[in-house]
């Protein structure tokens, strides 16, 4: 399933990209999600992208 979210940033990482999604929360605030993608993807700060996410590959982190 795919959803679309505000880029908050983007940056290369050599063969890959480093980007920052907003996840809006049901309070109002948001939640950044980073996502390293193959390739040179540097969507706009503010722009809207579908993302979409292959469970065997993502690896989740409890927020400190």
Do not use: Q, W, Y
């Not at 469970?55 to 982190?61: C, D, I, K, R, W």
């Amino acid at each position: 399933t795919a959803s679309h979210f505000e880029v908050k940033s983007a940056r290369p990482l050599g063969g890959s990209s480093l980007v920052i999604f907003a996840l809006p929360l049901p309070d109002g605030s948001e939640l950044a999600i980073e996502a390293r993608v193959p390739g040179m993807f540097l969507p706009a700060p503010g722009s809207r992208v579908t993302v979409s996410v292959n469970a065997n590959e993502a690896h989740l982190f409890k927020a400190e």
